[in-house]
């Protein structure tokens, strides 16, 4: 059975998971479901071999699991779990060190994801445009008031798990939507930022 969350607090791990490949292999097991090296390799434009690799390396930090095939040929794979998380407060050395390669490697992919959708968005329907896109606001918060803004957040999009995991709960018309959360302090405590951008996409800003 898939977990709903795998956290990774050996460096080891985080390390490993911080891999645009292997990320990838992740969110495409969690998506699609069970695949083997071979099936993920065509969807992902890779190589078998590298795919059969990284595969493997998920293995080692619990991230991916073999499973039961429709023959003896080639068992697939699938995610252990739906979610992974990692301690991004810890006060070890090692352990920051880690996430912050890890986190970097995440921005990365979110960066592509955004420029891949801008690259696309002119093909895109009008009504899809409407609603998507980027922005930002600014709030004066302390940090118990942004752990329970988070949180907030994090249970509105729970509304919708069960259409993560149950294809028949989405409507006719529902499609896969990325919601990516930057959640970034300013410099500092003194510093007074001017004026927040909104992006032009969104119609109501």
């Not at 699609?32 to 071999?49: H, W």
């Not at 891949?116 to 940090?143: I, K, M, N």
């Not at 988070?150 to 069960?162: G, N, S, Y």
Request: proline share 7%; aromatic share 6%; hydrophobic share 35%.
């Amino acid at each position: 059975m898939v977990a709903s969350e795998i956290r990774l607090t050996d460096p080891r791990a985080l390390r490993g998971y911080a891999h645009p490949l292997r990320m990838a292999l992740v969110g495409l097991l969690r998506v699609q479901g069970p695949m083997t090296a071979t099936q993920a390799a065509e969807q992902l434009g890779e190589s078998v071999p590298s795919c059969s690799f990284h595969l493997r390396q998920l293995a080692k930090y619990g991230l991916a699991e073999r499973v039961e095939g429709a023959d003896a040929r080639e068992r697939p794979w699938r995610a252990t779990a739906r979610v992974t998380s990692w301690d991004s407060g810890s006060d070890d050395p090692a352990v920051q060190a880690a996430t912050d390669q890890l986190n970097t490697t995440i921005l990365d992919h979110y960066l592509r994801r955004a420029q891949a959708y801008l690259a696309r968005r002119s093909a895109e329907p009008a009504r899809w445009r409407d609603v998507t896109g980027f922005g930002d606001s600014l709030v004066y918060v302390t940090p118990d008031e942004l752990a329970t803004l988070r949180r907030r957040i994090d249970e509105l999009l729970a509304e919708f798990d069960d259409r993560a995991t149950d294809p028949a709960a989405r409507p006719a018309d529902a499609r896969g939507i990325g919601f990516i959360q930057l959640v970034l302090p300013y410099s500092s405590p003194t510093h007074q930022p001017g004026p927040t951008h909104h992006a032009q996409d969104r119609p109501d800003r």
